[in-house]
């Protein structure tokens, strides 16, 4: 099988993912560039047993990274506890195998160039909207093709919340949920503090989406992903599709269009 690791600002994704493609398995743990192999291994190792597996059952490593100072110890996991070179996106032997219709595409991150990838597979035959749910918030444009086309990147809405409460002396820190109406009136701190962040960022979302539609100017699919991306939906229905791993996804998917 295929461990997939998508090593983001704020959490590091790993999947286990059959021949198929299918994800049989997924874990988290919270992104620390000081955490050694042999702490990933540790937890890995009795997670993979919890579940039935054993580190044996790995034949392949794929990392993405966003957090270059990661790579190292995830690369040395691999070697080390796996007996594998790790591969890694965006650099020999791997090839995007996809075109970045951008000004700087050395600068693209990796995740959003592998969501794309993933994008393509789920809609081969219609452009894409791409929107990511993370530390940061992004929205992607990936054409019929699959190529890259650019986006947008605001602030991700913990990022929001957590700037929100440490500037403003008296504003309890909240936890993000859907408000339990459509009113955006609140009566109490917290209550307009959630509206401000939940509806703040559907109207956010709408009018991107509004606007780059008219840009493309063609029909589109718009793929949401990342945890928050449900709770964005309950209310706001901005999306056509909602793939929570998407990013792991694509990761396998480049590996398998480079191995064909």
Not at 98 to 115: F, T, Y
Not at 116 to 135: C, L, R
Not at 226 to 236: N, R, W
Request: glycine residues 8%; charged residues 20%; negative net charge.
């Amino acid at each position: 099988m295929l461990l997939a690791i998508d090593a983001g600002n704020t959490n590091v994704k790993f999947a286990l993912v059959e021949a198929s493609g299918d994800i049989v398995q997924r874990w988290r743990i919270a992104t620390d560039a000081r955490r050694t192999a042999d702490e990933y291994a540790v937890w890995l190792d009795q997670l993979l047993k919890m579940e039935g597996y054993a580190r044996r059952d790995v034949e392949t490593v794929v990392i993405s990274t966003v957090v270059p100072r990661a790579l190292h110890n995830l690369q040395l996991l691999a070697s080390k506890y796996f007996g594998v070179d790790a591969v890694v996106a965006g650099k020999p032997p791997l090839s995007w195998g996809i075109a970045l219709k951008v000004d700087e595409p050395q600068q693209v991150g990796s995740d959003r160039i592998v969501n794309a990838i993933a994008a393509q597979a789920i809609e081969p035959d219609s452009d894409k909207i791409v929107i990511s749910f993370g530390t940061a918030t992004t929205v992607d444009h990936v054409d019929s093709e699959g190529a890259y086309c650019g986006g947008i990147i605001a602030p991700g809405i913990n990022l929001s919340l957590d700037a929100l409460v440490a500037a403003a002396a008296k504003l309890p820190r909240i936890g993000i949920e859907a408000p339990a109406s459509t009113s955006v009136i609140g009566r109490t701190t917290e209550s307009q503090m959630l509206i401000g962040i939940y509806w703040g960022y559907v109207a956010m979302m709408e009018g991107l989406l509004q606007r780059m539609k008219a840009q493309i100017g063609k029909p589109v699919t718009v793929i949401a992903t990342g945890g928050l991306a449900i709770l964005f939906q309950q209310h706001g229905h901005l999306f056509d599709k909602i793939d929570p791993d998407l990013t792991l996804r694509g990761i396998a998917t480049l590996y398998r269009n480079n191995i064909k």
